[in-house]
């Protein structure tokens, strides 16, 4: 399978040496509409989210590395501290499609953040940069497709041709989300130091088994990015 690598700026690992990314580059993956199962899983991850020791210290990382480059996560938090307080207000969140039921489960069973992004639709790598504040990124505003840029020196996941993802993993762009007919992807788990390696890798191995058992000609690449550099594994 070809290369499809994570590149993240030195500007990042300046703001948190302890960040660590854990990539998943997925082929052949047969997505489909939500099902029985990843609706369950799904259900179950609302129920019982994450409570290891170290799960409300990973939130609070998630916070302070907002508040250092200016976003204010009470208003705008990381995904896996939105999920969580949607999970806890509605009691369940509602299904999307199997691939992202299943990594939004993920999410909430290991509280951290998860992104799912389809590959096909990026041009050049993936990139975690602080923007200069000209990047555009495709939304959806007041229901119909809107464009915005990010504030400058906002850290963002961009491509060569814009953001991908707002405010580090807050908001997802419209261009690269994950639809029921796709099949090339590329997952991101985001994780600072109060969670262990053990439980990032744990958090690998799960939502790469739910991809797997989607379809069993699928490929897989594992990549470990840290300060020290990117590990296949």
Not at 20 to 43: F, G, M, Q, Y
Not at 77 to 89: D, G, M, Q, T, Y
Not at 176 to 183: F, N, V
Request: with cysteine; hydrophobic share 40%.
């Amino acid at each position: 399978m070809g290369v499809f690598a994570p590149i993240i700026s030195p500007d990042i690992f300046a703001l948190r040496p302890d960040f660590r990314a854990l990539s998943i580059h997925a082929l052949n993956v047969s997505n489909a509409e939500s099902n029985p199962e990843t609706k369950t899983a799904l259900v179950n991850a609302c129920n019982s989210p994450c409570s290891a020791p170290w799960a409300e210290a990973h939130r609070e990382a998630w916070r302070e590395a907002y508040r250092a480059f200016g976003a204010k996560p009470q208003r705008t938090p990381c995904s896996a501290e939105a999920l969580l307080k949607r999970a806890s207000r509605d009691g369940v969140l509602p299904s999307v499609n199997a691939v992202v039921d299943l990594y939004n489960a993920v999410s909430l069973r290991f509280a951290i953040p998860v992104g799912g992004e389809n590959a096909e639709t990026y041009v050049g790598a993936p990139r975690l940069v602080r923007a200069q504040g000209d990047e555009p990124f495709e939304t959806m505003q007041t229901g119909g497709p809107s464009s915005e840029n990010p504030e400058p020196g906002e850290v963002i996941w961009r491509d060569d041709i814009g953001v991908t993802c707002r405010r580090w993993n807050w908001r997802q762009g419209t261009r690269t989300r994950i639809e029921p007919s796709s099949q090339h992807m590329w997952f991101i788990l985001e994780a600072l130091y109060p969670m262990p390696d053990a439980a990032l890798f744990e958090a690998g191995a799960e939502l790469h088994r739910g991809l797997k058992s989607f379809s069993q000609n699928s490929e897989f690449e594992m990549r470990l990015v840290t300060a020290g550099g990117s590990t296949i594994l």
